[in-house]
């Protein structure tokens, strides 16, 4: 049996870490991985997370399972974190996913359940997971425009020209916040206009926010997602802790179905339990626990937002300072759009020839569609970056 497999490509990701560990040069900057990194390059573990996994240590009195849909207290105060107010809570359906790829994973699986004809609408660029997975899948997909080279910014007309070729009861891809790999949001306004195109052609929309508290802050980051689950019968939102929580292994993830009514939700809870069980049966509880523990104790919560906000207030540092030096060094302003971006990430927009050149050349380790890790660098390191982004005629 095993003969008959065939070599898969290797994770382009993956391999520049490998790549950028058996670089001997001391000078060398990783802006590839997806990690959010201290000033140190080490990525560490938020005080309210330590805190509540002693409580977890010594309150803790099993390791039983708990249900195909993970804790339901998990559910509740995700759903609460992520959506707020905008949608009664008997219309939304909730399942605990390993990581926020277990959510897009369960959500993909419950549109084949649901609508297996409909095609998937993509960003272009997105996040590599999101069509490798549809792909793998089986199902069809379209991309729409997002990103301008040239500006840096949203290609907001290229997006509404394309989404207008989407059909009734299609699915429209969106990420909540801090678009990766590009780093360029939409604005209200500009979610407004798509959510008013996509009420028109009867689409179902999709979210992916896996960075909320990253762009500008909790309740901001939030407002896309919430706009757009207010306003349709029907939405699939992914959400990740691994970023705003810092608690990447644990795996902690939560798939969210908005329904029409709360009969319609109980048959989408029904659905969704049933594909946990067919893909994993019980989700893992570690992360989760942790996540409630945190947003159920005022303490533990008031720390951790003070933290996140730390790490967010950090990254914005860290734009303005690469803007402001590759000003000084480009004697232009071409490069502002990179303090205006949000996130951990930012599309630089030149071409994988050049990306090469900074590797080569300078020791500058970033994915090969010129996407960088904004919290891979430093005070010390940004000078270094914007030099070389010079010297490498970017």
Not at 189 to 194: I, L, S, T
Not at 249 to 274: H, P, W, Y
Request: charged share 25%; proline share 5%; with cysteine.
């Amino acid at each position: 049996m095993l003969e008959h497999l065939s070599e898969q490509p290797k994770d382009k990701i993956l391999s520049l870490s490998e790549a950028y560990r058996e670089d001997p040069r001391t000078t060398k900057v990783d802006l590839g991985v997806g990690v959010y990194k201290d000033a140190s390059g080490h990525t560490p573990v938020m005080r309210a997370v330590k805190a509540a996994e002693q409580r977890l240590v010594e309150q803790q009195d099993t390791k039983a399972y708990t249900g195909l849909a993970g804790d339901p207290q998990f559910s509740n105060v995700m759903i609460k974190l992520v959506l707020g107010d905008a949608v009664p809570r008997d219309r939304v359906a909730a399942v605990a996913t390993p990581g926020g790829t277990g959510a897009i994973r369960q959500g993909l699986e419950l549109i084949k359940l649901a609508a297996p004809d409909a095609t998937i609408w993509y960003s272009d660029p997105t996040w590599p997971n999101h069509p490798s997975i549809i792909n793998y899948l089986g199902m069809k997909s379209k991309t729409y425009r997002y990103f301008d080279a040239n500006t840096g910014n949203v290609n907001y007309v290229g997006m509404l020209t394309d989404l207008g070729a989407v059909m009734p009861g299609d699915v429209v891809l969106l990420h909540g916040c801090c678009h990766n790999p590009t780093g360029a949001n939409l604005t209200m306004p500009q979610w407004k206009g798509v959510i008013e195109l996509l009420q028109q052609k009867s689409a179902v929309p999709f979210i992916d926010i896996a960075y909320q508290g990253f762009g500008d802050g909790l309740e901001k980051d939030g407002a896309g997602t919430q706009a757009v689950a207010a306003a349709f019968d029907n939405v699939l939102i992914a959400a990740s802790c691994s970023k705003n929580f810092g608690i990447y292994r644990e795996r902690t993830g939560i798939l969210m179905a908005v329904a029409k009514d709360s009969d319609e939700c109980k048959i989408a809870q029904q659905n969704m339990a049933f594909l946990n069980r067919q893909n994993f049966s019980f989700p893992p509880d570690h992360g989760a626990r942790v996540v409630t523990t945190i947003l159920t104790d005022p303490e533990l919560r008031a720390d951790w937002q003070a933290e996140l906000e730390e790490v967010r207030l950090g990254m914005l540092d860290l734009r303005a300072q690469l803007a402001d030096e590759l000003r000084k060094r480009s004697n232009s302003d071409r490069f502002d759009f990179l303090a205006e971006h949000r996130g951990m990430f930012s599309r630089l927009g030149t071409t994988p020839d050049k990306v090469e050149t900074l590797r080569r050349d300078h020791g500058i380790y970033m994915v090969g569609d010129s996407r960088m890790n904004i919290a891979g660098l430093n005070a010390d390191t940004v000078p270094v970056l914007a030099q070389a982004i010079i010297d490498a005629g970017i």
